[in-house]
């Protein structure tokens, strides 16, 4: 199975902060590559997909890259709203397909 | 507009079966990949099972292979998760959500609780 491992586990940013968060693959995903924001008691919410493609309705401050077996989601201007866990997913090839153990951003 | 409402979570012995039940609306199930992803208490993501647009696979994860199975009902536009010989490392919200061409999720359910205790 591929593994996904996050960093940093948790981020202490303020309001305006540009922030990045690094997720790796044990091996080559290509582009097969999702970013997920979930709060507490919810759902998660599809943010990106194809590693850089923005999710419908997904706020143009978060954007992706990366391909192979590294990837980053960037938050270009931190706000209130943000403040979540995110998650990265592989889904390249055959399952079982993997997230990461997720990134809190939490308020400094 | 998207919607997937699940039901049939709840407290349960270890050994013991669950149905649990996803109905979708703004949608057909036939023209979506569905899948199962659970998360323990205070803890991460796990995927958990698929069931492709056509009918065509099946898969599962390697700690529910064998006893839980999806199915669904296109008539009601209901997918299903069964789950048999529960254990208490299944305890979870277990989450629906629909694919779009590819395994990555961009309609969640709300989820339904799941918890296996003596």
């Known amino acids: 199975d591929i593994q996904m491992t996050q960093s940093p586990s948790t981020l202490s940013a303020s309001v305006g902060d540009r922030v990045t968060i690094t997720c790796r693959a044990s091996?080559?995903?290509?582009?097969?590559l999702a970013w997920y924001q979930q709060k507490p008691g919810r759902a998660p919410k599809l943010l990106v997909y194809?590693?850089?493609t923005l999710q419908s309705g997904v706020s143009s401050r978060f954007s992706g890259s990366g391909s192979g077996t590294e990837f980053t989601l960037t938050i270009s201007s931190l706000q209130p709203d943000d403040f979540a866990t995110y998650f990265c997913?592989?889904?390249?090839?055959?399952?079982?397909?993997?997230f990461g153990q997720g990134t809190n951003v939490e308020i400094k | 507009q998207v919607q997937l409402v699940e039901s049939g979570g709840g407290v349960v012995q270890p050994g013991t079966s669950l149905r649990l039940s996803c109905v979708g609306s703004?949608?057909?199930?036939?023209?979506?990949?569905m899948h199962w992803v659970r998360q323990a208490p205070g803890k991460g993501l796990e995927w958990v099972a698929v069931f492709s647009y056509d009918g065509s696979n099946k898969f599962y994860a390697h700690s529910v292979r064998g006893r839980f199975t999806v199915s669904r009902d296109i008539s009601n536009n209901t997918f299903y998760l069964q789950m048999n010989s529960l254990r208490p490392d299944d305890t979870a919200i277990y989450y629906c959500?629909?694919?779009?061409?590819?395994?990555?999720?961009?309609?969640w359910g709300q989820g339904t609780l799941v918890a296996v205790s003596s």
């Open positions: 997913q592989q889904y390249d090839g055959y399952p079982p397909w993997t």
């Open positions: 091996q080559s995903v290509s582009v097969y």
């Open positions: 959500a629909k694919d779009r061409f590819r395994p990555y999720f961009d309609s």
């Open positions: 703004g949608f057909s199930l036939s023209n979506s990949g």
């Open positions: 194809g590693a850089s």
